[in-house]
């Protein structure tokens, strides 16, 4: 089964507000996702193993979208700064650009 990870990178604080960026990963498993299962990858830290949060398939195009739980940056500058590593992994994407 093909479907897209995709998982949120964010910060917020009163000074800065919402700081976000959602990064995603075209993947495909024998098994279909289900919520509560873990997702390893080289995009994240070593114990770091995001949850899936929710599955979404488009009942008129199948198309599948994971969401994983979201990565909480310590500051707005760490939200830019984890998009851009995470960019730097094989796969993954800005989610808004594709």
């Given amino acids: 089964m093909k479907f897209t990870l995709i998982r949120r990178i964010s910060f917020s604080s009163p000074e800065t ?18 919520v509560g299962y873990e997702y390893e990858d080289s995009a994240w830290g070593r114990n770091d193993h995001p949850k899936v949060e929710s599955v ?36 993954w994407k800005d989610w808004l650009q594709r």
């Fill in 17 to 34: 507000g919402l700081v976000s960026k959602i990064v995603a990963k075209e993947f495909e498993s024998d098994i279909p996702p289900q």
């Fill in 56 to 91: 979404v398939i488009n009942t008129e195009s199948g198309i599948c979208t994971v969401e994983l739980e979201y990565l909480k940056a310590g500051n707005a500058d760490a939200v830019a700064q984890f998009f851009k590593t995470t960019l730097q992994h094989p796969g």
